[in-house]
């Protein structure tokens, strides 16, 4: 399986914007990301 | 023969002339592609992707294989985040007094007891217990602690160390929360300082605040709030302030003011938490609150549009709810133990007590929650959850927001990672 990250342009197709099962954007960037799934 | 389709739960919306992005809300996962292949996708057409591509979608749950049912594929991904341990959420109520009377509050029944109005030591210590052994048994290696009420700043500011004491003595990465009303942060600045997300609720420019939110003896808090804030950021730059702004008709055309207002008072290291306010009863409706909730979450989106063209990150409001879930209890005073901290002080909700080892019917009843077919079928599911069943108690019916979503959404996402 291909790991594919953030901002990698797949196959010149797919930009992944955010990776699936990460923290989606809580804003503040001070507090560690685990409170959100 | 057709090998796979996209699944239901995708937010599908145009970024430009030739690119569109996916938002999976099952997943989280947000990618942009031409708008021509989704084309593609759509009408069954997968040839012009690669199999590492497509093997990419899937793990983004954004296709599946063409026979699997919606419904199977989004309770499958439900129930294993339903059992997940290793980050849990404990909500500690410290006390159910509150010093305030908001015109709005849900949580007038805590006012009403005249017994376990504070958190006692035994009945910590019992609560600290309780999750110690089940930390121990479910491997649990995050804890966000949120204090909550009543208001929890009207418990001593011992007691309130005591808890945090407590807390760090658990084998656990602990994240600390706190939502205040903001009128006793001057009481408690050796506690706050220790927190790492304190959350404050302003409703509006100072008349706006003051109509809504008040103290028991009828008194506006605005200016109170502000001032406290104020000296408080000032000893504390590094602490993460979140003001959060439950928006609805009356305050939603004036929210850029209401906003540049109290940056000019407290500065730019603050996040602001923008939340439609939502009916909790069934004498109110969305037709009260805002009239039109489109016109709430066009005024939220512009806001966060403003907040950062100002350099302040905007925040993504999430319908989440963890009631459901093996990683959210609530601890009240009593000693009781609830799955929501809406139903605090109501001994009938609770789903066990810290003084017993077996869980109570209520705790099978809410844990095994059934969606209905039109929730099944719709693309923000993965996002709301099926919306929240207490106010669907109170309200006598499902409260469905996905009227505000089908503007918020593909809007925020373009404000949050597209820089439109």
């Known amino acids: 399986m291909v790991h594919i990250m953030k901002g990698e342009i797949f196959m010149k197709k797919i930009k992944v914007i955010v990776e699936p099962n990460t923290t989606i954007h809580k804003g503040s960037q001070k507090t560690p990301d685990f409170m959100i799934r | ?420």
Not at chain 2, 56 to 77: H, P, Q, R, T
Not at chain 2, 166 to 190: A, M, Q, R, W
Not at chain 2, 231 to 244: E, L, W
Not at chain 2, 291 to 306: E, P, Q, S
Request: net charge neutral.
């Open chain 2, 1 to 420: 023969m057709q090998k796979y389709r996209l699944t239901k739960y995708n937010i599908i919306s145009p970024i430009n002339n030739t690119t569109s992005m996916i938002f999976n809300t099952l997943s989280n996962a947000i990618i942009e592609l031409e708008t021509n292949i989704i084309t593609e996708l759509q009408n069954g057409n997968f040839s012009n992707l690669d199999q590492d591509s497509i093997n990419y979608l899937m793990k983004c749950l954004i296709i599946c294989d063409f026979n699997l049912k919606d419904s199977d594929l989004f309770e499958s991904v439900y129930k294993i985040e339903c059992a997940q341990t290793k980050k849990i959420g404990i909500t500690i109520i410290p006390s159910r007094i509150c010093n305030m009377r908001c015109t709005y509050c849900i949580q007038s029944n805590l006012f009403n007891t005249q017994a376990f109005k504070f958190l006692d030591l035994s009945t910590l210590k019992k609560i600290i217990e309780w999750i110690k052994i089940n930390i121990s048994r479910w491997n649990t290696e995050h804890i966000t602690v949120l204090f909550y009420g009543g208001e929890p700043l009207t418990a001593a500011d011992e007691m309130l160390i005591n808890i945090l004491n407590e807390f760090d003595s658990l084998p656990c990465k602990i994240l600390y929360k706190v939502y205040t009303n903001g009128t006793l942060i001057n009481l408690h600045h050796d506690f706050l300082k220790r927190i790492n997300e304190i959350e404050v609720t302003i409703d509006g420019l100072e008349d706006m605040h003051n109509s809504k939110r008040i103290t028991s003896s009828g008194e506006g808090t605005y200016a109170k709030i502000i001032s406290d804030l104020k000296k408080f950021i000032s000893t504390n730059p590094k602490s993460d302030i979140i003001i959060r702004i439950n928006v609805d008709k009356n305050n939603r055309k004036p929210l850029i003011d209401i906003v540049n207002e109290i940056i000019a008072e407290l500065g730019k290291n603050i996040t602001f938490d923008f939340r439609p306010l939502i009916p909790y009863s069934n004498t109110i409706d969305n037709e009260i609150l805002h009239g039109d909730l489109v016109d709430t979450a066009k005024a939220i989106c512009a806001c966060n549009r403003h907040l950062k063209s100002v350099g302040i990150s905007p925040r993504l409001f999430t319908l989440e709810c963890g009631v459901s879930t093996m990683s959210q209890w609530v601890f009240d005073t009593d000693g009781n133990i609830y799955k929501c901290s809406e139903h605090v002080a109501q001994t009938n909700q609770a789903v066990t007590n810290v003084d017993i080892d077996y869980l109570y019917s209520n705790f099978f009843k809410i844990m095994n929650r059934k969606f209905d077919n039109e929730c099944l079928e719709c693309k923000y599911l993965g996002f709301c959850i099926g919306g929240c069943l207490n106010q669907e108690r109170l309200n006598k019916k499902k409260y469905c927001l996905k009227d505000f979503l089908d503007y918020y959404i593909p809007e925020i996402m373009r404000i949050l990672y597209f820089n439109q």
